[in-house]
């Protein structure tokens, strides 16, 4: 059974720093580009950040880059989001995806499985 479990979540002040973890099993996820995506109350789904593969190349949305990093280890099957400089806007349920993909898409439809999500709490 394919899973994706996301951790690190929880209540920081403004300024200050979480790093999430997405820990993969039941699958080969060192062929899998992962995600990271984000959804806040009454709003959409939004794409925060994604790694290739072998981590070699990734994608950072422009309303976190220069905050938020991403990468991975492989041998682990465990993704990372480390979040800083965070802002009560970041409030959201993090989740973690992986896509069949070589590359990373930012579409949330071109991903396959999803974690459960983690809360992430900005206070200001």
């Known amino acids: 059974q394919v899973q994706l479990v996301e951790s690190g979540g929880g209540l920081v002040q403004a300024g200050g720093s979480l790093r999430l973890s997405c820990a993969a099993s039941?699958?080969?996820?060192?062929?899998?580009?992962m995600g990271w995506f984000r959804q806040a109350p009454g709003k959409e789904r939004e794409f925060v950040g994604g790694?290739?593969?072998?981590?070699?190349?990734?994608s950072i949305a422009d309303s976190v880059k220069g905050r938020f990093t991403i990468s991975r280890d492989n041998d682990k099957n465990t993704v990372f989001l480390q979040m800083n400089s965070l802002k009560p806007e970041d409030t959201a349920v993090y989740y973690c995806?992986?896509?069949?993909?070589?590359?990373?898409?930012?579409?949330?439809?071109?991903?396959?499985?999803w974690g459960q999500g983690t809360q992430v709490t900005v206070s200001s």
């Open positions: 790694i290739s593969p072998n981590g070699d190349s990734t």
């Open positions: 995806a992986a896509s069949p993909l070589a590359f990373v898409r930012t579409q949330a439809g071109t991903y396959m499985y």
């Open positions: 039941g699958r080969t996820f060192s062929n899998d580009a």
